[in-house]
């Protein structure tokens, strides 16, 4: 039986030997100095100190001897590794900051580059208007109902009381449709729909329509060609001119605010009798007729409200007790049921409620002018 190996000399296994390892190591630690980004450093890392690195395999091997030799293998190993650590490290430290510093500059945006994104725009004030006085309606239960702008003569003048004679005709200056015997207009007002509603649905009836309207109106800052008008109809059993005076008076100040109501001036119309122009409380002066103004001396002094001319109303819309000639001609029983109308102008109602004193930025599309308007309400 022989002992344990005396003469076994750590420096002849060959992975121990000084020269071996001390090669394995500048191996390892030029290619360190060579990797100039993350991911080589990552290969390095795995090449010159995972298990089957030079280094790693000499480790190993120190266990194989005998314990004088093992000390100084592994101080001779050890101090290798701890060198190939130490730049591992080191390296690491720098390329980390490096890449962030890279991505710092390559993922910069430059917020002062023009963008191509377009403008989201805004809805027309027009379409919010509508929208807002229909849901005043609404939420007292009634109907929104429409019709087209392309109407029949009949409907437009005849079922209201317009027969072709009638010296109201000229009221409104009508745009006709070719060929001429088609007698068909672009509608003059939104009261059509009162006749279509009749015609197509019993009482009682409770409607309110908003609508584009044609007229040869020249175009200037108080008229335009095609404006906008919201119509409303009751039809219904005992409906007297008191309701429509408390229905209005609502909807003023649903619109204008607390405090603003309506009156009624004597007028005619065919198809209401009897018929009245709705004036509306100025809301500048709130109907007082006169607004407070201070000059540059901070002295105040009154003078005649402009919105209204110091009248303190403005002139909103016509309205009425449906004519029972119009009753019967869209075949509802006028002994039986009566009802109230009105209509107005919204672009009107808008320069009013918005101090716009010309009527064209409605129909110009400047974006400057819808975006202020169109969310506000
Ligand atoms: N249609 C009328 C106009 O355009 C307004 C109106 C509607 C008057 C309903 C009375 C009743 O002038």
């Not at 204008?256 to 119309?269: A, K």
């Not at 105040?300 to 004519?323: A, K, L, S, Y």
């Amino acid at each position: 039986m022989s002992g344990p190996n005396t003469d076994y000399d750590p420096v002849e296994v060959t992975p121990l030997k000084s020269e071996e390892v001390d090669a394995a190591r500048d191996a390892a630690l030029a290619a360190i100095a060579a990797a100039t980004d993350l991911d080589a450093l990552k290969q390095v890392r795995i090449e010159h100190t995972g298990d089957r690195s030079p280094l790693a395999l000499a480790n190993r091997e120190i266990g194989a001897l005998p314990p004088q030799a093992r000390k100084e293998a592994g101080q001779r190993i050890g101090q290798a590794r701890g060198a190939v650590n130490q730049a591992l490290a080191a390296r690491q430290t720098l390329l980390d900051v490096e890449h962030e510093e890279r991505m710092l500059v390559e993922e910069t945006v430059d917020v002062t580059l023009p963008t191509d994104r377009i403008p989201a725009g805004a809805r027309h004030p027009i379409t919010t208007a509508s929208e807002m006085i229909a849901d005043i309606f609404v939420a007292m239960g009634w109907e929104v109902a429409e019709g087209p702008v392309i109407e029949a003569e009949w409907l437009n003048f005849d079922a209201l009381n317009l027969g072709p004679d009638h010296p109201a005709r000229t009221m409104q200056d009508t745009f006709w449709t070719d060929p001429p015997e088609d007698h068909t207009v672009l509608r003059t007002h939104t009261s059509p729909v009162q006749a279509r509603t009749m015609l197509t649905r019993e009482p009682p009836i409770y409607v309110v329509c908003p609508g584009r309207v044609f007229r040869t109106d020249e175009y200037d800052a108080t008229h335009s060609p095609v404006f906008h008008q919201v119509e409303g109809l009751v039809v219904d059993e005992g409906i007297s001119m008191a309701h429509l005076k408390g229905t209005l008076d609502h909807f003023a100040s649903a619109m204008f605010g607390e405090g603003i109501t309506t009156r009624f001036r004597p007028s005619y119309f065919p198809f209401t009798e009897p018929s009245a122009e709705v004036d509306l409380t100025c809301f500048v002066c709130r109907g007082s007729g006169v607004v407070t103004v201070g000059d540059v001396s901070g002295t105040e002094h009154q003078t005649p409200c402009r919105t209204c001319r110091g009248e303190g109303w403005i002139e909103w819309g016509g309205c009425g007790i449906v004519n029972p000639r119009v009753l019967t001609a869209c075949g509802v029983d006028s002994g039986r049921f009566s009802g109230f109308a009105f209509g107005m102008g919204i672009d009107r109602t808008l320069m009013f409620r918005h101090g716009i004193d010309d009527l064209r930025v409605f129909f110009e599309g400047d974006l400057r002018f819808t975006t202020a308007f169109g969310s506000e309400i």
